[in-house]
Structures are given as structure tokens and as C-alpha cells.
């Protein structure tokens, strides 16, 4: 049986964290380390007990979820943030993202989209809400559609073949950051919200050919 994803549950209503916490210890899958009620409290429990993923809030009293978010990718980089809020305007989504985090889900997401989302966020995959995948497009696409680059393609077909964020960039010697910005990039002009979703969609559309996804 593969290691059990660790978790660092973010959030300032004590019921929520509850709820989730019964959610995610009720599958052996996954184990939650600890909880945090705001961004302070979740970078110094974040550093002391380095979940695999922190499930972060974003408005929240004292210091919110973007500043930790913030702070959590310059000095714990090894863990991810999916974020999980009510909230999917500009103001929150686009922030969030630039500040590093892997995913970006609501709170209505079902029980099943949640566990998965968070086992991608283990592995470093971003994973995007259908509605804020909807909102990145209005933003990177021209009017006509923006195309997917030259390198955006590159990256889709390291993904195809199987590799992780981390094999990617350094295959392609850039930052996994930067790979996870591509990725993003990608899912809002396919209109797709997960990694298998736009590869089928590349494929789908010519943009890769059955080869790009074979192993060198």
C-alpha cells in the first residue's frame, strides 16, 4: 500500500475543520496532521509538521490564506497548497494561483472531486474548479482564442508520457513553478480542469499525436 497523503487543515470556522477532518480520516488514504484557524497559525504548524498538502482557506482574521500562501512557498516549497473556499471571483482566484498555490477548489466540490484533488495536489498536479478554469480562460485567451505555445505543448507531452511536475522541469530545466504556470495556462484554454482532461483534449485536438505520449 503506497504512503498515506498528509494533511494540514486551514481554516477560521471550527465546524468546517471538523467536517473535514472527519471526512479525511474516515479514508485510510489519508491521514490530517493538524489544523490551523488562520494564515499565521497555518505557515508555523505547516513548517513544524510538513504535510504533504495544506488545505487553505482564503478570508480568514489576522494574516489571510494569499499571504500564507505567500509565505509558505518561500520557505516550505516541498508543500502544497490546494486551496478550498467559498469564493471564485478574480480576487481570489488569481491572486492565489500567483502565489503558488497547486489547486484551486470550492467548497461545494463533491466529497469524491475533493479526495481526489488533494491526492493531485500530493503529487504536485494542479487541479482547478470547473467554474475558476472558466475564469482563468477569460483571462490568458485573445478573443479569437489563444494558442497553446510552443512550450505549453512541450509540457503536455512530458504529462502525456507520465511525468511528474518535478520530472518535467527538470527535463525541460525550468522551475516546477513554472511548469505548474504552463499547466494552468493549459487547462484554461482547453477549458479542462485536470491533467488526464488535457491530455485527452490535446490529443483530441491535434495538438499532440499518439506519439508525444510514449516514454523515450
Known amino acids: 500500500m503506497s504512503a498515506r497523503v498528509s494533511l494540514l487543515i486551514v481554516d477560521d470556522h471550527p465546524v468546517v475543520r471538523d467536517g473535514l477532518r472527519g471526512m479525511f480520516n474516515g479514508d485510510e488514504r489519508f491521514d490530517v496532521l493538524g489544523e ?31 499571504t500564507a500562501i505567500r509565505q509558505l512557498a518561500e520557505i516550505a516549497p516541498h508543500v502544497h497548497v490546494l486551496v ?16 503558488g498555490a497547486t489547486g484551486y477548489l470550492l467548497k461545494d466540490a463533491p466529497r469524491d472531486e475533493l479526495l481526489r484533488a ?4 500530493a503529487r504536485g498536479e494542479a487541479v482547478l474548479a470547473p467554474s475558476v478554469a472558466t475564469r482563468l480562460l477569460g483571462r490568458v485567451r485573445a478573443p479569437d482564442g489563444e494558442p497553446v505555445t510552443d ?20 527535463r525541460l530545466f525550468i ?11 493549459v487547462y484554461a484554454k ?27
Open 36 to 66: 490551523a484557524g488562520d494564515g499565521a497559525e497555518a505557515v508555523e504548524r505547516a513548517q513544524a509538521l510538513s504535510p504533504d498538502v495544506v488545505l487553505m482557506d482564503l478570508r480568514m482574521p489576522g494574516t489571510d490564506g494569499v
Open 84 to 99: 478550498l473556499t467559498t469564493y471564485d471571483t478574480d480576487a481570489e482566484v488569481l491572486p492565489a494561483i500567483e502565489a
Open 175 to 185: 522551475s516546477e513553478a513554472t511548469i505548474k504556470t504552463h499547466l494552468l495556462h
Open 190 to 216: 482547453l477549458g479542462v480542469n485536470d491533467r488526464a482532461a488535457a491530455v485527452a483534449a490535446a490529443y483530441d485536438r491535434g495538438l499532440l499525436r499518439p506519439g508525444d505520449g510514449a516514454r523515450r
Open 151 to 170: 512550450r505549453e505543448r512541450e509540457v503536455l507531452a512530458l504529462v502525456a508520457q507520465g511525468a511528474t511536475n518535478r520530472e518535467a522541469a527538470r
Open 118 to 121: 488533494v491526492s493531485a495536489a
